[in-house]
């Protein structure tokens, strides 16, 4: 786990600072060094600067440094992640003749690269993302791992007769930090997009201009700056394809992941909540492992919150080496600012990870297991139950006279309204005459249901409704989901949905910038493309049913455990973030959240935040703490960062 970031441009004293200054930004993303690797110019002066910081996992020695450069090739390569198979690989490159200085996986991944080109990114098991520079074609080639665990972000120049042509680098905060962008603006659509979703949905990002790369694209650019191609590295397999999974196979599957995800030369845990996923992974991370695992799990004093006696019973039944770290309101207030200041982009999640993270780098680990992609593999959430039974209804009411439809809207609105608040109510029920307006459209109905906001406060908050995107979502990605989804069952497609959506635009983002923060690695068994393509062929009835138990990962993960522990209401790893705002942040909150400039400088309408900000303080029913907090965040990240609107 690493930062990197690179340049093409001119080979010039002004580039290497800047790279200097990309790199200075991620120092927590790699503490263990830093190194720059310049390509000699072409004619025109232009060539590529690569830089990389390190966080050493596999191989601590210097022969694993990057920049790497390949000695046959000389193609040079900044790569952040792991590549989890990396020994499969090199065994076959070593009995092809092939030689190696480094027992890394850097190394075996820039040697496939040279050996089998762009087909080496679908062999790769793992979470990766990379820039390779290919001196003889004078072409820079970016990449993401399929699932978009680890982040890339770029950024090209507009002005043919400037001194740089692309930038990249593994965060947004580092492609500010470079100076090269010479008046930063926020993109419109972004603002929309976290007053929708509460944080912002690719490929676009906050800053108008830098956009990532996605999850699985192979994107070539010319030195000039000039994209070439771009391609997708691997798809998420038809419905139908290869023959039906058994729970024989998911177990080797899910033990092999689990085995592969332990491979480190520095200590390591996992993160242990006490619910189904996290004590699935510590359960079966124990069970491939020939000495006690070390299990973390953050306590809290608000009883109905803390799941420190669960886990620390589920932990003695698995013999892992447990540790807990208590986190008090007074702790919270003390390290919020280090926690808010984590985040790469505005989102209204993320801070649960910091504190997590924190605690067990205190606790002097480096690598760090989590349970997350559990939910989304295999039915986990209440849309798995909501969105079906919406759908029936749905069609059910698609049948019935446009005129007699939008009657029925306005009456359940009539009702919704009748509602003493501020603000009408943006609860999952009042949101219905949206739903019922917009018909049998499941990517639709899925964005609904999620959204923060009805599309009506939504044209409240922001300065420029015409910015709201529709459902939500930018048109690339909405295409993209749309065409995933087809020809799947109602099951099949909302775990696509969950799994590129709320999983791979929020939760990977905001898990690796609130992790890499505090200089440790994150890994995700559960968030694995192998994985993924063997429970895609498991019988919906079997994967699904009953909807929100995870029945297979139950009967495999929690073997040997009492199973009444789990017998319980689900509430995710969350903070008491509802009364800990509401007891000690009202103050802090009440200046951005109050200033007319700020909000203006946004595009948000400075009555609606204020009414919308009342409403909360009141109380009002049905209000939740991530609604008023991810305006909060975005007024706050951008007022950190200094961006604001274009005309502004």
């Given at each position: 786990?690493c930062?990197?970031?690179?340049?093409?441009?001119?080979?010039?004293?002004g580039?290497?600072?800047?790279?200097?200054?990309?790199?200075?930004?991620?120092?927590?993303?790699?503490?263990?060094?830093?190194?720059?690797?310049?390509s000699?110019p072409d004619?025109?002066?232009?060539?590529c600067?690569?830089?990389?910081?390190?966080?050493?996992?596999?191989?601590?020695?210097?022969?694993?440094?990057?920049?790497?450069?390949?000695?046959?090739?000389?193609?040079?390569?900044v790569?952040?992640?792991?590549?989890?198979n990396?020994?499969?690989?090199?065994?076959?490159?070593?009995?092809?003749g092939?030689?190696?200085?480094?027992?890394?996986?850097?190394?075996?991944?820039?040697?496939?690269?040279?050996?089998?080109?762009?087909?080496?990114?679908?062999?790769l098991?793992?979470?990766f993302?990379?820039?390779?520079?290919?001196?003889?074609?004078?072409?820079?080639?970016?990449?993401?791992?399929?699932?978009?665990?680890?982040?890339?972000?770029?950024?090209?120049?507009?002005?043919p007769?400037?001194?740089w042509?692309?930038?990249?680098?593994?965060?947004?905060?580092a492609?500010?930090?470079?100076?090269?962008i010479?008046?930063?603006?926020?993109?419109?659509?972004?603002?929309?997009?976290?007053?929708?979703?509460?944080?912002?949905?690719?490929?676009?990002?906050?800053?108008?201009?830098?956009?990532?790369?996605?999850?699985?694209?192979?994107?070539?650019?010319?030195?000039?700056?000039?994209?070439?191609?771009?391609?997708?590295?691997w798809?998420?397999?038809?419905p139908?394809?290869?023959?039906p999974?058994?729970?024989?196979?998911?177990?080797?599957?899910?033990?092999?992941?689990?085995?592969?995800?332990?491979i480190?030369?520095?200590?390591?845990?996992v993160?242990?909540?006490?619910g189904?996923?996290?004590?699935?992974i510590?359960?079966?991370?124990?069970?491939?492992?020939a000495?006690?695992?070390?299990?973390?799990?953050?306590?809290f004093?608000?009883?109905?919150?803390?799941?420190?006696?669960?886990?620390?019973q589920?932990?003695?039944?698995?013999?892992?080496?447990?540790?807990?770290?208590r986190l008090?309101?007074?702790?919270?207030?003390?390290?919020?600012?280090?926690?808010?200041?984590?985040?790469?982009?505005?989102?209204?999640?993320?801070?649960?990870?910091?504190?997590?993270?924190?605690?067990?780098?205190?606790?002097?680990?480096?690598?760090?297991?989590?349970?997350?992609?559990?939910?989304?593999l295999?039915?986990?959430?209440?849309?798995?139950?909501?969105?079906?039974?919406?759908?029936?209804?749905?069609?059910?009411?698609?049948?019935?006279?446009?005129?007699?439809?939008?009657?029925?809207?306005?009456?359940v609105?009539?009702?919704?309204?009748?509602?003493?608040?501020?603000?009408?109510?943006?609860?999952?029920?009042?949101?219905?005459?949206?739903?019922?307006?917009?018909?049998?459209n499941?990517?639709?109905?899925?964005?609904?249901?999620y959204?923060?906001?009805?599309?009506?406060?939504?044209?409240?908050?922001?300065?420029?409704?015409?910015?709201?995107?529709?459902?939500?979502?930018?048109?690339?990605?909405?295409?993209?989901?749309?065409?995933?989804?087809?020809?799947?069952?109602?099951?099949a497609?909302?775990?696509?949905?969950?799994q590129?959506?709320f999983?791979?635009?929020?939760?990977?983002?905001?898990?690796?910038?609130?992790?890499?923060?505090?200089?440790?690695?994150?890994?995700?068994?559960?968030?694995?493309?192998?994985?993924?393509?063997?429970?895609?062929?498991?019988?919906?009835?079997?994967?699904?049913?009953?909807?929100r138990?995870?029945?297979?990962?139950?009967?495999?993960?929690?073997?040997?455990?009492?199973?009444?522990i789990?017998?319980?209401?689900?509430?995710?790893?969350?903070?008491?973030?509802?009364?800990?705002?509401?007891?000690?942040?009202?103050?802090?909150?009440?200046?951005?959240?109050?200033?007319?400039?700020?909000?203006?400088?946004?595009?948000?309408?400075p009555?609606?935040?204020?009414?919308?900000?009342?409403?909360?303080?009141?109380?009002?029913?049905?209000?939740?703490?991530?609604?008023?907090?991810?305006?909060?965040?975005?007024l706050?990240?951008?007022?950190?960062?200094?961006?604001?609107?274009?005309?502004?």
């Amino acid at each position: 786990m690493c930062g990197i970031a690179g340049i093409l441009g001119r080979i010039d004293d002004g580039n290497n600072a800047a790279l200097r200054r990309m790199g200075a930004a991620m120092t927590h993303r790699g503490p263990d060094g830093e190194h720059v690797w310049i390509s000699p110019p072409d004619r025109d002066g232009i060539g590529c600067l690569l830089l990389h910081r390190r966080l050493a996992i596999l191989d601590l020695t210097d022969r694993a440094a990057q920049p790497m450069v390949d000695p046959a090739t000389s193609h040079a390569i900044v790569f952040n992640g792991e590549i989890y198979n990396y020994k499969i690989l090199r065994d076959e490159l070593l009995a092809a003749g092939e030689k190696f200085d480094s027992s890394g996986d850097t190394a075996v991944l820039l040697r496939a690269l040279a050996i089998w080109g762009p087909r080496a990114v679908r062999r790769l098991r793992g979470m990766f993302a990379f820039g390779l520079w290919d001196p003889e074609a004078l072409q820079l080639t970016l990449c993401r791992d399929p699932l978009g665990i680890k982040p890339l972000y770029l950024c090209a120049n507009p002005d043919p007769n400037a001194t740089w042509r692309l930038a990249f680098a593994s965060e947004v905060r580092a492609l500010l930090a470079s100076g090269l962008i010479a008046s930063p603006a926020l993109d419109s659509a972004a603002v929309a997009s976290v007053v929708w979703n509460g944080f912002v949905m690719g490929p676009g990002t906050i800053v108008q201009g830098i956009e990532q790369i996605g999850p699985g694209q192979i994107v070539v650019f010319e030195n000039n700056g000039h994209r070439t191609s771009i391609e997708d590295s691997w798809r998420i397999p038809p419905p139908g394809d290869g023959k039906p999974c058994d729970e024989t196979e998911l177990r080797e599957a899910l033990e092999l992941s689990v085995k592969e995800h332990l491979i480190s030369d520095v200590p390591l845990g996992v993160f242990l909540s006490g619910g189904v996923d996290s004590s699935a992974i510590a359960n079966l991370a124990q069970r491939v492992s020939a000495s006690p695992i070390n299990t973390f799990t953050l306590t809290f004093d608000e009883a109905e919150y803390d799941e420190g006696p669960i886990a620390k019973q589920i932990a003695a039944m698995i013999g892992t080496r447990h540790h807990e770290g208590r986190l008090t309101e007074e702790k919270f207030r003390a390290n919020l600012d280090a926690a808010l200041n984590s985040l790469d982009q505005p989102s209204f999640d993320g801070i649960n990870s910091y504190f997590i993270s924190r605690a067990v780098k205190e606790a002097g680990l480096t690598v760090a297991l989590s349970g997350a992609g559990g939910d989304e593999l295999f039915g986990g959430y209440e849309s798995f139950r909501q969105l079906p039974r919406l759908l029936r209804f749905m069609n059910a009411a698609s049948h019935a006279p446009g005129a007699l439809r939008e009657t029925a809207a306005q009456l359940v609105d009539l009702v919704a309204g009748r509602s003493r608040g501020l603000i009408r109510p943006q609860t999952r029920w009042a949101k219905l005459p949206d739903l019922i307006r917009r018909g049998p459209n499941l990517v639709g109905s899925y964005q609904m249901i999620y959204s923060l906001f009805r599309p009506d406060f939504q044209q409240e908050l922001l300065v420029d409704p015409a910015t709201i995107l529709p459902d939500g979502l930018p048109p690339d990605l909405r295409n993209r989901l749309i065409a995933e989804i087809a020809d799947r069952s109602p099951l099949a497609a909302i775990s696509i949905l969950e799994q590129r959506c709320f999983l791979g635009e929020r939760l990977l983002r905001d898990t690796d910038a609130a992790s890499m923060a505090v200089s440790i690695e994150t890994r995700l068994p559960l968030v694995d493309r192998v994985l993924l393509e063997t429970v895609t062929r498991i019988p919906d009835d079997q994967r699904f049913l009953p909807p929100r138990r995870k029945q297979m990962l139950r009967n495999i993960g929690l073997q040997g455990l009492d199973p009444k522990i789990f017998e319980r209401p689900k509430s995710g790893f969350v903070l008491p973030f509802d009364k800990w705002i509401r007891r000690g942040l009202t103050g802090t909150m009440a200046d951005t959240l109050l200033s007319p400039d700020l909000c203006r400088s946004v595009g948000l309408n400075p009555q609606t935040v204020a009414r919308l900000w009342q409403a909360f303080q009141s109380g009002q029913r049905g209000l939740y703490w991530s609604r008023i907090w991810a305006i909060y965040m975005l007024l706050r990240w951008c007022d950190r960062h200094g961006i604001k609107l274009a005309d502004q």
